[in-house]
């Protein structure tokens, strides 16, 4: 599940727990909104700590000077000849 999942899970639970008023009888909708909007916030820490470990930094590279001593044509180092 993604970001935009865990999201969604948030705002269907918050929509459950405080603009419905609608009374089913055996199912508590406060407490599922609620359940849903902790799972959503559980995702989403979840997926932003798993996001924060898969960043790589790469160093700049510096380019290497090439001042025609050591020509790098492939044939010069003694390699197919």
């Known amino acids: 599940m993604g970001l935009g999942g865990c999201i969604i899970l948030i705002a269907v639970g918050a929509i459950l727990t405080f603009a419905t008023d ?3 009888q055996g199912v508590n909708l406060d407490l ?3 359940i849903l909007m902790i799972v959503g916030l559980i ?6 700590s798993i996001a924060r470990r898969r960043r790589v930094v790469v160093p700049p590279t510096t380019p290497v000077a090439n001042d025609g001593r050591h ?9 197919g000849v």
């Open 32 to 34: 599922v909104g609620i």
């Open 71 to 79: 020509p790098r044509d492939g044939y010069s180092d003694g390699y």
């Open 22 to 24: 609608w009374d089913m």
């Open 43 to 48: 995702g989403v820490t979840t997926f932003s």
